[in-house]
């Protein structure tokens, strides 16, 4: 028995919208504000370890640009070729910011 136009238009709607339950960003929510107050903590009481500063601050913003990109962004649900792209732009970024650091530590 086909479906109706309708019913398959819901179907094809639900197989691509997920819902998320509240929770759910209520916890990220947390964890982006967590990450963010250590952000603060690292660059008030580590103003001495400017270096180690810079790095523990870029590596907290990476890894809130993963939990925004996975949880709000939705790549949770994606195909996993959307995933691998964000894996390979995340390495990019890294092996980037890690030549610009050794030039300009080298200067």
Do not use: C, W
């Amino acid at each position: 028995m086909a479906q109706s136009h309708d019913q398959q238009h819901e179907n094809h709607h639900e197989a691509t919208h997920h819902a998320v339950p509240y929770s759910e960003h209520i916890r990220t929510l947390i964890a982006l504000l967590f990450l963010t107050a250590i952000t603060v903590v690292v660059s008030v009481f580590g103003a001495a370890l400017a270096t180690l500063s810079v790095f523990t601050a870029l590596f907290i913003a990476t890894v809130k640009v993963v939990v925004v990109a996975y949880y709000f962004m939705h790549l949770k649900y994606e195909k996993k070729i959307y995933s691998g792209l964000v894996i390979l732009v995340g390495i990019l970024f890294v092996a980037l910011s890690v030549l610009t650091a050794l030039e300009y530590l080298n200067r």
